[in-house]
C-alpha cells in the first residue's frame, strides 16, 4: 500500500465549477500537508501547505486537513482554464531528524473547459 | 521563493554512459535535494544534498549510481551513472529557503536512455 494515495484522474470540469481534489493516506506522523501544481513539463508550483488539521485559503484556493480520517483536500472556486494542470499532493512528518522528505502522491490531471 | 534552473533540460543517452545534471538557485539555500518522476509516478525523492558533507540517500539509491555535489548554498550537481533504460525519467532539484515546508522546484531534466 503507498503511503499516499490520490487519484491521477483525469477530471475535466467546465469553467467556473468548483473543483474538488483528495489525497488519502496511511502515515498518521504526516504533520505538514502541501499541494503544488505542476504544468506539462515545468516543475512542481507551491500553491500552499497546511500543518496538522484544519483549513487554510488562499483566494481562490482551500485547503482542509482531517487527520482523524487520514484526508486532505484542495477546493479550487471559480475554475478557470488557466487552472488546467496536474496537483499533487505532499506531506512530511514533523521534526528536523527527518530532514526535508516529502512523500507525494501520484498527482491528478484536472482539464478546465471553457 | 527561489528561483532555481537545471541544465540540461533535457538529454538523450546511450547505455552504459553517465549524465550530469546542475541545479542553481538564485539564493543561498539551506535546503537542496533531489527527486525522480518516472512516467505515470508520483516524486520520489533519492537523496538530500548536503553542502560540504556527503549526501544523504534514500532507501533504494545508492552513492555509486547517484554521485550528488554540493560546493556551496547555491548550486548541486547530481550524476545518474551507468545508466540503462530503466532510468529513463525526469529529475528535479528542489530548495529550501525558510523551512522544510517551502521547497521549490526546477523545471526538471527530462532524461532517456537508448
Known amino acids: 500500500q503507498k503511503e499516499v494515495e490520490q487519484d491521477p484522474g483525469p477530471l475535466s470540469v467546465p469553467e467556473g465549477a468548483i473543483v474538488s481534489l483528495n489525497c488519502t493516506y496511511s502515515n498518521s506522523a504526516f504533520q505538514y500537508f502541501m499541494w503544488y501544481r505542476q504544468y506539462s513539463r515545468k516543475g512542481p508550483e507551491l500553491l500552499m501547505y497546511?500543518?496538522?488539521?484544519g483549513n487554510k485559503e488562499d483566494g481562490r484556493f482551500t485547503a482542509q486537513v482531517d487527520k482523524s480520517s487520514k484526508y486532505i483536500s484542495l477546493f479550487i472556486r471559480d475554475s478557470q482554464p488557466s487552472d488546467s494542470a496536474t496537483y499533487l499532493c505532499?506531506?512530511?512528518?514533523?521534526?528536523?531528524?527527518?530532514?526535508?522528505?516529502?512523500?507525494f502522491g501520484q498527482g491528478t490531471e484536472l482539464s478546465v473547459k471553457p | 521563493s527561489a528561483v532555481i534552473s537545471q541544465k540540461p533540460s533535457r538529454d538523450i543517452c546511450q547505455r552504459g554512459t553517465s549524465l550530469t545534471i546542475q541545479c542553481q538557485v538564485d539564493s543561498q539555500v539551506t535546503m537542496m535535494f533531489w527527486y525522480r518522476q518516472q512516467p505515470g509516478q508520483s516524486l520520489t525523492l533519492i537523496a538530500t544534498a548536503n553542502q560540504g558533507s556527503e549526501a544523504t540517500y534514500e532507501s533504494g539509491f545508492v552513492i555509486d549510481k547517484f554521485p550528488i555535489s554540493r560546493p556551496n548554498l547555491t548550486f548541486s550537481t547530481l550524476t545518474v551513472s551507468n545508466m540503462s533504460p530503466e532510468d529513463s525519467s525526469i529529475y528535479l532539484c528542489?530548495?529550501?529557503?525558510?523551512?522544510?515546508?517551502?521547497?521549490?522546484f526546477g523545471p526538471g531534466t527530462r532524461l532517456t536512455v537508448l
Open positions: 528542489s530548495a529550501g529557503t525558510r523551512s522544510y515546508n517551502e521547497q521549490f
Open positions: 497546511t500543518y496538522s488539521s
Open positions: 505532499a506531506m512530511r512528518v514533523a521534526g528536523d531528524n527527518q530532514g526535508g522528505k516529502l512523500i
